[in-house]
């Protein structure tokens, strides 16, 4: 075990983040495997049911309009009209999101090669392109640094910790916190996204990865797909994850890898 693996071990088994040596046992659950060939049929229906393909470019002018609607802005009336309108186009960019992630994990998944993938650069990435979504709710996201690689393929493997992460900040009430890092489990190494979150009720734990599945409507406004897509991933990589969650304490979705070394 490595000086950032270590470092990570304890900050887990302290109990600083997420869920880690909770009183009584938390919840678990895990898949594992590769997809099968029929397995496909079910997530193309899900991609032809969102067709978001081509909506980006008009909701870009619809953005570029209100802003412009902005600048004449007097009366408190038009302030609130335009922050109503705000928040349906920040909605729409983040079901837009999902959907372009997930036709990107579908297109690379027929063809994924497993190769060496460094996990430092990877959890950067993943921790940048959500960190302005975390920044808003005023929660913390911590990379613990690792200098450790796995067999697997780095877009899918992205689009797994993405989906892990945005879930998490959903899920996370403000001031909350969000811990990246990997330790050493075997041959294999096993990647954490922990959380502080509400957690997951026992009844709701095997159905997390779902099409369509949101615990909490009220909470998320998104399609219910981000899990779906890290199951699919999961399936085509041969990694396996498991979830561990108590409610009102936290959650930890853990990958499991071969280890690249």
């Known amino acids: ?66 802003e412009l609607l902005g600048l ?3 009366t408190k009336s038009e302030q609130r009209l335009l922050q109503r309108g705000q928040y349906a186009i920040n909605c729409l960019n983040g079901l837009l999101d999902e959907l372009l992630g997930a036709v990107r ?45 796995v067999l697997s393929n780095a877009v899918l493997l992205s689009g797994v910790l993405r989906n892990l992460i945005s879930n998490a900040i959903k899920y996370t009430e403000p001031n909350g916190r969000i811990l990246i ?28 990865f779902d099409a369509f599945t949101r615990l909490d409507s009220a909470r998320c406004d998104g399609l219910g797909v981000g899990l779906f897509i890290v199951r699919r991933a999961i399936e085509v990589l041969g990694h396996r994850i498991d979830v561990s969650s108590v409610a009102s304490r936290g959650s930890r979705f853990s990958i499991f890898a071969t280890r690249a070394d």
């Open 105 to 149: 994990i579908n297109e690379h998944a027929m063809e994924a090669g497993l190769l060496p993938v460094a996990l430092g650069p990877l959890f950067q990435h993943a921790c940048h392109e959500n960190a302005e979504a975390a920044l808003q709710k005023r929660i913390e996201i911590r990379v613990c640094p690792t200098a450790a690689s």
């Open 72 to 74: 004449g802005v007097r």
């Open 181 to 208: 890092g990997s330790r050493r489990s075997g041959q294999n190494v096993r990647i954490d996204v922990c959380d502080t979150g509400v957690g997951i009720a026992g009844e709701q734990l095997s159905k997390i």
């Open 1 to 66: 075990m490595t000086d950032t693996d270590e470092r990570f071990a304890v900050a887990l088994d302290a109990g600083q983040i997420g869920i880690v040596q909770p009183t009584g046992q938390p919840r678990t659950l895990e898949l594992s495997g590769r997809v099968e060939p029929a397995r496909t049929t079910d997530f193309q229906a899900v991609l032809l049911a969102m067709a978001g393909h081509d909506l980006r470019q008009p909701l870009q002018i619809i953005q570029g309009s209100h």
